[in-house]
C-alpha cells in the first residue's frame, strides 16, 4: 500500500480522553475512530489487525476441531424468557422493538440461541460431541464503557459452545478449549495465564479467565511466578489424546482472579518470592455449567438407551476486539507500537528518503514490487513529508521491519534495514535487505 494514496488520519498529539496507551496509541495511528460512547469504526489500519487476530483464533478454534457458523447480531426476547436470563440481564442488554411490536436485543452473548438451533437440528447422542463457533459482534451497555476498545459497548467476540452426551465429555470439550486458547494467546506474541474465576451471568461452577499481565489492567489478579515462564502446548497437540495432564500441569499452581483469591492458600502453596500480585487484561474466559440451559430450553437427545436427556454444554469466549489492545499494552515502546509479527498490519515500512528522485523513487519500486510478489505485506511511504517526520509516524506505527532509502546509500549500492521492536540496523544491498526480510518472515 502507498501511503499517499491510503486512509491513514494519524495524530500529531496524544488525544485528552485517552487514559491508557493502548487507546492512545490506536487513536494516534489512526486504527479506531470513536463513534458514540463505546463504540468504533475500525479504519483501515486498525481492520486489518482485527483481521489478523480474527484469523489466528480461527485456524487454533479448527485445529481444536471446532466448527465455524455465523449468528445474527439481533436475536428474538422470547429466547432469553425460556432461559430465564430476559430480566436478570437488566440494562446491560439493548433491548430493541421492531415495527410489529416484536421485543428483540442486540445479542450480548449466544447461549439461547445457539442452544435453540442445536435442539431443533439433533436429536441423537450419535451426533455429539459438537463445538460451534462464531467470531461476531456483541452488544453490552456497560455503565463505564472505557479505555477505548478494551471496555467498549460494541465488541467483537469470538464464542464457541460446546455440547456433549455427559459431564465428563463436557469436561473433555472444556479442556480443548483451554489448551486452544493457551495456544491462540502465544501465537499473537502474548503471555496468558489461566486463572480461576466467578462465572457471573453466564453461570456454572467451573470457570477460567485467560489473563494478560498489564500495569493498566482492569483485574487484580495473583498468581505462582513460574506460570509466567511457561509456554503452550505446541502445533503438534492431540486433541484427540486425554489433555487433561496439559490442563493439570496449568492449573496445579496457584493463579486467582480477586474474586476467587484466596489469600491463605496463596501463601500457603507459593513461596514468597514466586507470588506475583499484579494487574491484568481479561482476554479469554471459559465456562462448564452443564445443563443450565438445556433444561428450561429442553435442549435433549436420545441416549444409548432410548432415554431423553438434557445434553451438557459450556461456552468459550475471546475478546477479539480487546486482543488489538492487549498486544499493545503488552508491546510498545516511547515512540509507539511494537508489532509481534504475525498481527502487523503490514510487515514493512518502506521509506523513500526522497520522493521524486529518479533512482531513489526507482529503488524504491523495485523493492516494493518484489516484497509483494513475495506475498509481504508492504507499506511505501512515498510522500514528500520531510525525512525526521516520516521515520516518527513509521516507530509510531510500529512494524516490525523498516527499509530506509535514500540518495546517499544508494550511492554506495545500500539501504538501512530496521528492525523496530530491537532498534537494531544495518546498511546492506536492497537484494540482501529483500532476501533478509523474506528469510525471516
Ligand atoms: N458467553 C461467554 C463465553 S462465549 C461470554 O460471554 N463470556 S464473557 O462475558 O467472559 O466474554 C468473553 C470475552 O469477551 C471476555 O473474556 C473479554 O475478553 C471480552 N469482553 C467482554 N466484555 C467486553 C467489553 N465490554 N469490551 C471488549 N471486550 C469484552
Redesign the pocket.
Known sequence: MRLSQYFLPTLRDDPKEAEIVSHRLMLRTGMIRQSSAGIYSWLPLGHRVLRKIEQIVREEQDRAGAIEMLMPTIQPADIWRESGRYEDYGKEMLRITDRHEREMLYGP?N?ELITEIFRDSVKSYRDLPRNLYHIQWKF?D?IRPRFG????RE?L?K??YSFDLTEKGARESYNKMFVAYLRTFERLGLKSIPMAADTGP?GGDLSH?FIILAETGESQVYCDRELIERSAPGEDVDYNADLSPIIQDWTGKYAATEEKHDLKRFEAEVSSENRVSARGI????I?YFGTKYSVPMNCKVQGPDGQLVAVHCG?????V??LAAAIIEASHDDDGILWPDPVAPYQVALINLKAGDKETDAACEDLYAKLGNAGIDVLYDDTDERAGAKFATMDLLGLPWQIIVGPRGLKQGEVEIKRRASGERQSMTPESAFKRIVDTD
Not at 476498545?149 to 467498549?152: F, H, K, T
Open positions: 452473548t447461549e453490552r456497560e476498545i478494551m471496555r467498549g465488541f467476540m464464542d464457541a453466564i479467565e481479561e482476554v479469554g474466559h465456562f461456552s468459550y469466549g475471546i475478546g476486539s480487546r
